[in-house]
């Protein structure tokens, strides 16, 4: 899959995308990452991004046009109409996301969804924010990775980068690696997990899992499986 990622802060992603898992996916061809500069589309001389908010109050929020411009290069069409056309014919091949602290949570059930896609688009905001017309007229869904708020986008899009790059096929060592993971069903957290010593500092592995019985075994992890609290029943 393809997955470009557009900042006005290119240069936060130098070192996420090479090492670990993302490193591995490039390496292996399993994802193309595409770091795009927003600043590259503003049109004034002095490359500005960001204005005042109309109506007054503090700070300042990303600029329409360059986004638009950028998404354009991306995509290769009208942004507008692509969103347009994803939503009318339910299209699911592209995808165009924007970090924001009022989206829809990013969870292990849109990771795998993303995973599918063919390319996959994160918008970074920043500042007091981005002008809504980006979120009414040229994305195609408002994303958020907890309920906080972040200074930007970016360590919101390396989040997502991670969670859908390791589920592309060759990018794990061992692809059962993923089967039977926390949230793997939503809500439910996996078992633990234990490797030698033995004992170590009085702390023993559970004796269950030093019977080589792998049934009795399959029986204790699936009872040691917690759900998330957290969650609204």
């Not at 069409?77 to 699911?92: F, I, M, S, T, Y």
């Not at 924001?100 to 059930?109: D, E, I, P, V, Y």
Request: proline share 6%; hydrophobic share 35%.
């Amino acid at each position: 899959m393809k997955l470009s990622i557009l900042t006005l802060f290119p240069e936060f992603f130098d070192t996420p995308f090479q090492a670990s898992i993302l490193k591995r996916a490039q390496d292996t061809s399993a994802v193309e990452f595409n770091i795009v500069n927003i600043r590259d589309f503003a049109t004034d001389k002095h490359k500005v991004t960001d204005d005042r908010p109309y109506g007054g109050g503090p700070g300042m929020v990303m600029k329409v046009d360059p986004i638009y411009l950028a998404l354009e290069s991306v995509l290769g069409v009208d942004p507008a109409a692509h969103r347009n056309q994803n939503r009318e014919k339910g299209l699911w091949s592209t995808r165009v996301l924007l970090t924001s602290a009022k989206g829809r949570l990013f969870t292990q059930g849109s990771a795998q969804l993303y995973s599918k896609l063919e390319h996959l688009i994160i918008l970074c905001g920043h500042y007091e924010g981005v002008d809504e017309r980006v979120a009414e007229y040229l994305v195609d869904e408002e994303v958020r990775i907890g309920d906080y708020v972040l200074t930007g986008g970016e360590p919101a899009a390396v989040v997502i980068a991670d969670a859908v790059s390791r589920l592309q096929p060759g990018v794990l060592g061992n692809e059962e690696s993923i089967v039977g993971e926390s949230h793997s069903v939503p809500g439910y957290m996996a078992h633990p997990q234990y490797t030698r010593p033995v004992e170590f500092k009085g702390w023993k592995v559970p004796d269950i899992l030093l019977t080589g019985h792998h049934a009795n075994i399959t029986d204790w992890r699936h009872q040691q499986t917690s759900l998330d609290e957290s969650l609204p029943e």
